[in-house]
Every structure is written in C-alpha cells, then in structure tokens.
C-alpha cells in the first residue's frame, strides 16, 4: 500500500527557494512513476515534474530550469528543489504515484493517477 507524505511548504519571497520533501512508503515495491502536481483554487490541478519508473525526469515547461526532482535509491523519499521562485509558482503542492502512467505522469488526467499527498501550501509574494 502506497502512502504520501509531504512537507517542506512555506512562504518565500520572490527569487528565494525552497525544497519539498515527500515520504514516499511502498512506492519500492513495484514501477511507481512518482512526480509533483500543483493546483491554485479555482483552477486544474497541473503536472510540475515526474520521474518515470527508469529514472527519466520530465518538467513542465513553466519550470524548466529552475526546479528539480529528485529520488533517493531506496526510492522512499521524493524531492522537489525549488529555485528562482515567482508568484506564480503559489500553490498547494502535491506529491503523487502511479503504476501505469510512465513517462506520462504529467499530462495525465489527475483523476486517473493511484495515490496522492495531502499537499503542502508555497507561497511566493513579490
């Protein structure tokens, strides 16, 4: 049984960074492709970045450059470093896990993925 778990939320100014973490327990058991999503009330919830079970990293082109995922070899912590934050970024940040979306976990439906955090709260003020 999979179970998420972040932390690492706050509130930064503009140009700061900060780092999410999320206990990822059971993901090790089978080809988990695990990633962030973020959403904003009101809005969709969107892929931010995703490893697939291979190791490949995809991100979306709105944080290219500036935020990085990261897996520890036993594959029971997942991380998101967050540099050069803007405004835009705010958002409440999720953690998530899917067996069947591959290299394909961000532009899947978010209805349609396994396992999710509870999310954790970033905001960035200018």
């Known amino acids: 049984q999979v179970e998420l778990v972040e932390s690492g939320g706050g509130s930064v100014q503009s140009g700061g960074s900060l780092r999410l973490s999320c206990a990822t327990s059971g993901v090790a058991d089978d080809r988990y492709a695990v990633g962030w999503f973020r959403q904003v009330p009101g809005k969709e919830r969107e892929g931010v970045a995703a490893?697939?079970?291979?190791?490949?990293?995809t991100y979306a082109e709105s944080v290219k450059g500036r935020f990085s995922i990261s897996q520890d070899n036993a594959k029971t912590t997942l991380d998101l470093q967050m540099n050069a934050l803007k405004p835009e970024d705010t958002a409440t940040y999720y953690c998530?896990?899917?067996?069947?979306?591959?290299?394909?976990?961000?532009?899947?439906?978010?209805?349609?993925?396994?396992?999710w955090g509870q999310g954790t709260l970033v905001t960035v003020s200018s």
């Open positions: 998530v896990a899917d067996k069947s979306a591959g290299r394909y976990l961000l532009i899947s439906p978010p209805g349609t993925l396994d396992a």
């Open positions: 490893i697939d079970p291979d190791g490949g990293t």
